[in-house]
Structures are given as C-alpha cells and as structure tokens.
C-alpha cells in the first residue's frame, strides 16, 4: 500500500536540506534549549499542520494485534535526537552535529531491504521550541520528511521525544511539565494527525531523575507515580486531537524504560484503552551488552549470562504478556568490543526469546564505530551499507528460530 503523502511545501524543506550542517557538542544522552523564532499569536496547542498532508485511513484494531505484524527493528539513533547543550537553540543544522550524516531516504531502504519493518526515530525537541512552547516550522517539516522516508515505504515508525531536559519525575515539577508535555504533543499529534496505524507516537523517552542516585536504578515512589502522570496525560493530549489520532497506537514507558521490579511493578497504564503498548530498553546481560569492560565479551546461549535473557523475558511475560497487554522493547543492542561473531550470537538469541512472546526489538544504532565509546553503529549510513552483515543474519534468524 502506497502511502497517500502530498507535499505542499517542497520548498521549505529544500531550503531546510541546503543549510550548511555545522558542528556541535559531544555525542552523549543529555539536553538543550530553544532558538530565535518569531513569536506569533498562534499558541503551541493551536498549530495545525502546513507542510504536508497525509489523509491515510486507520485501522481500528488494538496494540495486542498491531504488534503482530512487527518483526525486528532499527534506531536512528544519534541523529534527530542530536543537540549541543552549549549552543541552545539550534536550527536544523543539529540533525548532523554528533557526527552522523544527513538523513536520506536510501538509509531506510537499506534497513527495510535487510528485512527490518520498523524504525524508530528519536527526536530531541526542546532545543527547538520557544518559551511559549512552539516548535520551530523547520523543525517540524524536517521531522516530518525524515518520517515520511520510513512511512512512505509501509515501515513502521515510531516518533519520539528524546533527550529533553524538562520532565524530570517530580512532585514539584510535575505541572509544569505535563504543561510542556501535552503543548509538544499537541504539536506533533496535529501535525502527523492523518497517518495511519504505521506511525506510532512514543510519549517520553526514559524518563527519570537525572544525575541523582535515583537515575538508573529503578527510581522511586515518586518517581514512578510522575511518569504514571505524564503517560496519562500524553494520552488524553492525544486521543482530544483531530484526525486519526484517538486510533493512534501510543508507547508508554516505565521509568527510565526500565525493567527492573521496582519500575513494573509501580507501572500503570491507562485503562479503557485497547491501543497502548508498554515501552521498556534492555541492554541484557548489562556486562555484554552495555558496560565499559571490554573485557566482557564473550556469550554462548549455554553459558549463564543467558539467564539474564531469560529472566528479562520471563518478567515481561508474567508482568504484560500474560495479562494481554503487549510490550516492544524499543532499544536493545550489544556494544562492539571486537566481538563480532559473540555478537551475532547474542542477537539470534535474544531476538528468538523476545519473538517466543511476541515482543518486537529495535537495534540502538547511534552510528558511532570507532573509539572505545558505546559503539552500537551496524549501518555504515554513508554508503548505506551493513558494516556488521553477521549482526544482521543474527537478528533475522532469530526471527526464524521462534
């Protein structure tokens, strides 16, 4: 099924697309801030979308079902989600500034050629917002095309908002930040609101009390309870908008999108709603997959740091699965420690007991190869080539090893 895109406004997108990318700061998960924009009367909650319009029917069936249709996915990771705390506000020159390249529409052609059906495209949104909370025109028509390179190929896509630097989970935050979290929501939900059940709308993207002890190791009571707020309010923002948007599918996550007990077990979903799924990242076993030892890299589905699979895979079963309520693990990956052939045997594996329950996996691909960094990059974007091929085998047979 051909998508039915019309592009109103090529021109602004091409002018976009000629800006020269220039460089910003470091490549890590953190923040930014807004840049000049001329303040109209219109407000955040008011916008409706000017550069394209997609009148695409959706289909009314719940998330349980929808999930069946996803296999094995990719991140474009490190891209739209890039910024520089230091600059601010930025123009669309960001999408460049850690090091990766302009997005085309051939990258995720490679990705959907290689057998993938979905991606997900993280977005960093506050560094271009006003302070009345109004997304730049550019911006927006820049996300929007990126989107449209997946969606025009009947992927789907999951959107996002990334590495914002606003909703910490606290009690004494908590309302201005549902504030800012439903008028960006009320944005992009306007904007994309006649594509169908391909796009996914992700509400936050692990949310948690930053640089604090509280930070990755589950959180606490309050903690929990303001992501509960937040991912409510992301729903009712959408499901009061126009067009496809009370049958859009929506992303939850627990806090930080962890999985650890503590942070299922304070998890709640909105009820009466048939088209939300749960959003966990799980980077397992941690030393393999994710730790700075480069040491650790070694991994044989019969040794016993595939127990940590199995554990996670079990939690999820007994915490969602069991109860109908589907989950999609939007990030997982293995850093590169010279260790390609562990590797793909660690994703074989873990991509056939996340398939078992029916839990779609996406690949965290931050386009980074070199250095002794978190080198997650399997697509070389510049040429559109698989850097890694025996990765990518692995993801795809463990599809068949269900």
Request: contains cysteine; hydrophobic residues 35%; glycine residues 8%.
């Amino acid at each position: 099924m051909k998508k039915n895109i019309k592009k109103i406004s090529a021109a602004v997108l091409a002018a976009a697309m000629l800006l020269t990318f220039s460089g910003c700061g470091d490549n890590s998960s953190t923040n930014d801030t807004p840049n000049n924009v001329d303040n109209e009367t219109t407000t955040a909650a008011e916008a409706e979308p000017s550069a394209s319009v997609v009148n695409d029917e959706i289909r009314d069936i719940p998330s349980i079902e929808l999930v069946k249709e996803i296999k094995v996915g990719w991140s474009l990771g490190n891209t739209l989600d890039a910024y520089d705390s230091e600059l601010g506000h930025q123009d669309v020159s960001s999408e460049t500034c850690w090091g990766n390249p302009v997005t085309t529409k051939e990258m995720f052609t490679a990705v959907k050629d290689a057998g993938f059906n979905i991606v997900r495209i993280p977005v960093t949104w506050y560094n271009h917002m006003d302070e009345n909370n109004n997304v730049d025109a550019e911006w927006m028509d820049r996300v929007q095309e990126v989107v449209d390179y997946a969606y025009s190929q009947d992927m789907f896509v999951i959107l996002n908002i990334h590495h914002e630097d606003w909703h910490d989970p606290y009690y004494d935050t908590a309302d201005a930040s549902i504030e800012k979290l439903k008028a960006l929501w009320t944005q992009i939900g306007n904007r994309f609101a006649g594509y169908d059940e391909h796009l996914i709308f992700e509400g936050l993207n692990e949310p948690r009390k930053r640089n604090t002890g509280m930070e990755w190791n589950g959180g606490d009571k309050e903690g929990h309870d303001v992501v509960n707020q937040m991912n409510a309010a992301f729903v009712e923002t959408i499901r009061g908008l126009k067009g496809n948007n009370p049958k859009r599918h929506l992303m939850l996550p627990t806090y930080a999108a962890s999985t650890t007990t503590g942070a299922i077990n304070d998890y709640a979903m909105p009820e009466g709603d048939d088209k939300l799924i749960v959003s966990v990242h799980a980077y397992t076993p941690y030393g393999f997959a994710l730790s700075d030892d480069l040491n650790d890299r070694n991994f044989t589905p019969d040794e016993g740091n595939a127990n940590d699979i199995i554990y996670l895979m079990d939690l999820l079963k007994t915490s969602f699965i069991d109860k109908g309520i589907p989950v999609i693990i939007g990030e997982f990956g293995a850093r590169s420690k010279g260790n390609v052939a562990e590797r793909a045997e660690w994703a074989e594996y873990y991509i056939s007991k996340a398939s078992e329950l029916g839990i779609p996996c996406l690949w965290w691909d931050n386009g980074a190869f070199t250095g002794t960094g978190e080198n997650f990059g399997v697509l070389d974007r510049k040429l559109n080539v698989w850097k890694f091929q025996e990765i990518i085998q692995g993801l795809m047979q463990g599809l068949e090893d269900r």
